[in-house]
């Protein structure tokens, strides 16, 4: 008898392990269901898995550029895996003279290749005094503004050739597609929390012409870096 109650509970004992473990395989598959949404984007329309390196930035092989690269995002959307690099350039001329130039290259992955869609450049040529060309901090942008799943792009960059105080001149370039439209002027100035001149911006006429998401994000973004502060 004592024989038969030992196998008993012995049986009892290994019948409750599965319903462990088969609670555990649950929860851990509710876990992952769960984290899915947050981690995978595949499915959203729109801008997805983009990143801008702007430390150390490197080049995919197989594109090319015309100056050093000064940022690099990548990203996916509907139209397939795009490449947008900013870079600049300096010269050093005669007599102190210098020059330099800026550069923004688009390129969308054609089988193992990329095909160019656009490129911008600007300089300012032989500068006897202190250069600015470059880009603002928190460029590139890359958003698909208008909700179609395809992104826009806008470069932000300031341009000078001076010895005094005085404004730069401001260029916001946005892009849908190979379509380029632009934001141009200059910054005003605040000198010790005076405002001591006012900004000058000109929207293209094209631009107006644009969706509201599109000119709105252009708008506040210029707003954002109209005003140099001494």
């Known amino acids: 008898m004592r024989a038969i109650l030992i196998l008993l509970l012995l049986a009892g004992a290994g019948c409750e392990r599965p ?30 898995d983009l990143v801008i ?23 996916r959307d509907d139209a397939g895996e795009h490449v947008l690099v900013q870079s600049s350039r300096e010269e050093n001329g005669k007599d102190d003279y210098r020059s330099a130039y800026l550069y923004g290259d688009h390129f969308i992955k054609s089988g193992v290749s990329y095909t160019q869609q656009w490129k ?10 202190d250069i600015t ?21 806008m470069l932000l960059y300031s341009q000078a050739c001076k ?3 005085s404004p730069n001149d401001l260029k916001l370039l946005l892009h849908k597609g190979q379509t380029k439209y632009g934001i141009r002027g200059t910054q005003g100035l605040r000198i010790q929390g005076k405002l001591a001149e006012k900004p000058v911006m000109q929207m293209d006429r094209s631009l107006k012409k644009t969706p509201v ?7 506040n973004w210029w707003k954002a ?6």
Do not use: H
């Open 19 to 48: 319903k462990d473990t088969q609670a555990e395989a649950g929860s851990a598959t509710k876990q992952q269901t769960t984290m899915t949404p947050s981690t995978q984007i595949t499915n959203e329309k729109g801008v997805r």
């Open 53 to 75: 390196e702007r430390q150390n930035p490197v080049l995919p092989a197989g594109v090319q550029v015309s100056g050093k690269p000064v940022s690099v995002a990548t990203w």
């Open 120 to 129: 911008i450049q600007d300089f300012v040529r032989d500068c006897p005094v």
């Open 133 to 153: 060309l470059e880009y603002s901090a928190d460029s590139p942008k890359v958003e698909d503004l208008d909700g179609d799943g395809i992104a826009e792009t």
């Open 163 to 165: 010895g005094d105080v």
């Open 213 to 219: 998401a599109l000119q709105n994000a252009a708008l």
């Open 225 to 230: 870096n109209e005003i140099l502060q001494f």
